[in-house]
Nanobody
Framework: QVQPVESGGGLVQAGGSLRLSCAASRSIIFSFDVVGWYRQAPGNMRELVASIARGGTTTYVDSVKGRFTISRDNAKNTVYLQMTSLKPEDTAVYYC???????????WGQGTQVTVSS
C-alpha cells in the first residue's frame, strides 16, 4: 500500500489562506467512495475536518464551516482543502485519508503542517 502525499501547508498569519493538496494516485484511499481531510494538533486526537464523496456530497466539522472547502478531482485521484479566514486554532498537521481506512488505522501519509500565527 502506498501512502497519499499531502502538500501545501505552511506558516500563515491569522485571517490568511492556504490550499492543501493530497495526491493519492498510488494509494488505495481513492478506491473508497468517501475521502476526507483530518487534522491533529499537539495533545489532541486526530479529527475529521471535512469529507467528500465521489459524487460530490461534502461534510464539515462545525468549527470550519464557511471557511474551508473540500474538493476532489477523481480523474487525478487528488483531493484539495481550500482554507480561508484561518485561525490559530487551525494549527495542526493535516492528513488525507478514507474514513474506512482511518477506522482501521491504515492509509495515513506524512501529513502537512499548518501553522497559523496570531
Amino acid at each position: 500500500q502506498v501512502q497519499p502525499v499531502e502538500s501545501g501547508g505552511g506558516l500563515v498569519q491569522a485571517g490568511g489562506s492556504l490550499r492543501l493538496s493530497c495526491a493519492a494516485s498510488r494509494s488505495i484511499i481513492f478506491s473508497f467512495d468517501v475521502v476526507g481531510w483530518y487534522r491533529q494538533a499537539p495533545g489532541n486526537m486526530r479529527e475529521l475536518v471535512a469529507s467528500i464523496a465521489r459524487g460530490g456530497t461534502t461534510t464539515y466539522v462545525d468549527s470550519v464551516k464557511g471557511r474551508f472547502t473540500i474538493s476532489r478531482d477523481n480523474a487525478k485521484n487528488t483531493v484539495y482543502l481550500q482554507m480561508t479566514s484561518l485561525k490559530p486554532e487551525d494549527t495542526a498537521v493535516y492528513y488525507c485519508n478514507s474514513p474506512r481506512l482511518a477506522a482501521m488505522e491504515r492509509g495515513w501519509g506524512q501529513g502537512t503542517q499548518v501553522t497559523v500565527s496570531s
